[in-house]
């Protein structure tokens, strides 16, 4: 169903056998019995718990979430960095064509993204606004879709004392997910347009 969908070919038993083996090839060391063990009625993979990158990013991820909640920003701020260094592109490097993996793969980038506003979040309680004005910009070209990078971006403009342009990343974002949505943006969003608007002096915005 993953490799070939609904459509196997009539040499798909065989086929899997090939590629196990190739797999076994790859994943094995010599001396060393690989991790993938034959398991009626099929094949398993045996690994253990630090072996793969997702465990290892995800048990990062919840202890930089953990210290992040404890007040301690720039230890979490280094955990989260390296729970994002295990990741060399993107989720599943995009090869999820059955139903399983595509939600998988839709899972794991989800928590990613995830990962990095925990990063945002944690220099933003350090005070480097300025550094990160560049970074969001990135991520929201990125994923134009997604509010909460807008609402850091205007929250650390305000920071900077850029209220103005804090406004118009908000009516960046309002176009945005009216063309491509048909949607308003959401409460987090218009409450972040709220305070940006709480400026004393707003009349140059255009």
């Known amino acids: 169903m993953e ?4 459509c196997p070919p009539r ?5 899997l056998h090939v590629y196990v083996s190739q797999l076994r090839k790859f994943l094995g060391r010599r001396g060393v019995r690989g991790p993938i063990v034959t398991r009626a009625p099929g094949y398993a993979l045996a690994l253990g718990g630090d072996t793969l990158d997702v465990r290892a990013f995800q048990a990062l991820m919840d202890r930089g979430r953990r210290q992040l909640r404890a007040g301690q920003h720039e230890v979490a701020a280094e955990t989260l960095q390296r729970a994002l260094d295990h990741w060399r592109g993107g989720a599943l490097f995009s090869q999820c064509d059955g139903p399983i993996l595509t939600s998988f793969g839709a899972w794991l980038e989800e928590a990613r993204l995830e ?8 220099k933003m309680a350090m ?3 300025r550094e990160l004005v560049g970074f969001l910009t990135g ?8 509010e909460g990078f807008y609402r850091l971006l205007m929250t650390v403009l305000c920071r900077c004392e850029r209220r103005a342009d804090a406004v118009r990343v908000f009516r960046s974002a309002c176009r945005t997910l009216n063309d491509e949505l048909g949607l308003e943006p959401g409460r987090a969003l218009r409450e972040a347009h709220q305070v940006a608007l709480a400026a004393d002096d707003l009349s140059t915005v255009d």
Request: proline share 4%; aromatic share 10%.
């Open 3 to 6: 490799i070939w969908g609904g």
């Open 115 to 122: 990962c990095v506003e925990l990063l945002i979040e944690s």
């Open 127 to 129: 005070g480097r606004y």
């Open 11 to 15: 040499s798909a038993h065989a086929a």
């Open 139 to 146: 991520l929201i070209d990125e994923y134009p879709l997604r």
